[in-house]
């Protein structure tokens, strides 16, 4: 239907640490969108999304340790954490740091 989103189309999934919530970037749309996976029909629709636009790759959604945090980082450094329970936009946050890099047995 309109505005429904295949899951055919999703490049990235994230899901909750208890399963209920599973997060998906889809590309076609540019939107995050998280569903309920112990909703049932007719509540079972996205109970969140947004539209994520202008990336020159798809972004990586995680979600934070209780599910209800949803963090999107972007491959130029930059993340976003939508809070699921204010139904705010995402608000961003600080760069993702670099690694350290690790030498041959793990040296330094």
Aim: hydrophobic share 35%; with cysteine; glycine share 12%.
């Amino acid at each position: 239907g309109e505005g429904a989103v295949r899951f055919s189309d999703a490049v990235c999934i994230g899901v909750s640490d208890d399963g209920r919530w599973v997060a998906q970037y889809d590309y076609p749309s540019q939107q995050v969108v998280v569903w309920d996976t112990t909703a049932s029909w007719p509540d079972s629709g996205p109970v969140g999304r947004f539209t994520v636009a202008n990336l020159a790759a798809p972004p990586s959604v995680q979600f934070w340790p209780g599910g209800r945090q949803l963090e999107l980082s972007r491959s130029e450094g930059e993340r976003y954490l939508w809070d699921l329970d204010s139904g705010a936009p995402p608000q961003r946050l600080g760069p993702m740091q670099q690694p350290a890099s690790l030498a041959v047995g793990g040296r330094i």
